[in-house]
């Protein structure tokens, strides 16, 4: 069965980065997207970008340009998705989704708490 | 803020219909997905494309879209559809994603 398993929570000074891991398994990692969402405590989901496994090509949201790096290791089927200069407003639960598209989710991993604090 | 806008609340009586909405200018080119998240538990998909369920979803969950308006509508609302439920589609430029800001269901 398809699985996306996530990293443990972190916590991380302002200014700090954070490198998150998403493994995948029961299916060939480089045949769909990897997509990445946030969402902070109480608040809604938010979208960070997408990558192809495959080709390593990226798509950031605009917000993001610049402090979000998205990478893969093909050979462990490990996605990463990489936040600097972080701010207390980047608490929040990072997840990774697999994606046929963009608009189309199908599975998620089960979130990593990210806790950015002085 | 997002591209894509939901009512933040609505409730419906068990069993009754209920129609959740989005509406977003880039919805007049691509269709949303929805998505329904129980509290500490991750998003699950439950519908896709013109209105395409997962396997494991119930069929009375169904979506639709008119003009810059997509709809989910749930059949017969049981008391586990209580949960936030969250659109997605394409922002206006068509590269990127976007989420509406989530519509919390409640079953009376």
């Known amino acids: 069965q398809v699985q996306l398993v996530q990293s443990g929570a972190e916590v991380k000074k302002p200014g700090a980065s954070v490198k998150v891991s998403c493994k995948a398994s029961g299916y060939t990692f480089t045949s769909y997207d990897i997509n990445w969402v946030r969402q902070a405590t109480g608040q809604g989901l938010e979208w960070m970008g997408w990558?192809?496994?495959?080709?390593?090509?990226?798509g950031y949201a605009q917000k993001f340009q610049g402090r979000v790096t998205m990478t893969r290791n093909t050979s462990i089927s490990t996605a990463y998705m990489e936040l600097s200069s972080l701010r207390s407003e980047d608490t929040a639960v990072y997840y990774c989704?697999?994606?046929?598209?963009?608009?189309?989710?199908?599975?998620w991993g089960q979130g990593t708490l990210v806790t950015v604090s002085s | 803020s997002s591209e894509l806008t939901q009512d933040p609340a609505v409730s419906v009586a068990l069993g009754q219909t209920v129609r959740i909405t989005c509406q977003g200018d880039s919805l007049r080119s691509y269709y949303a997905s929805w998505y329904q998240q129980k509290p500490g538990q991750a998003p699950v998909l439950v519908i896709y494309g013109k209105n395409n369920r997962p396997s494991g979803i119930p069929d009375r969950f169904s979506g639709s879209s008119s003009g810059n308006t997509a709809s989910l509508t749930i059949t017969g609302a049981q008391a586990e559809d209580e949960a936030d439920y969250y659109c997605?589609?394409?922002?206006?430029?068509?590269?990127?994603?976007?989420f509406g800001g989530g519509t919390k269901l409640t079953v009376l």
């Open positions: 989704a697999r994606g046929p598209s963009i608009t189309t989710l199908d599975y």
């Open positions: 997605n589609s394409r922002d206006s430029s068509g590269n990127h994603g976007v």
């Open positions: 990558m192809n496994p495959n080709s390593g090509n990226t």
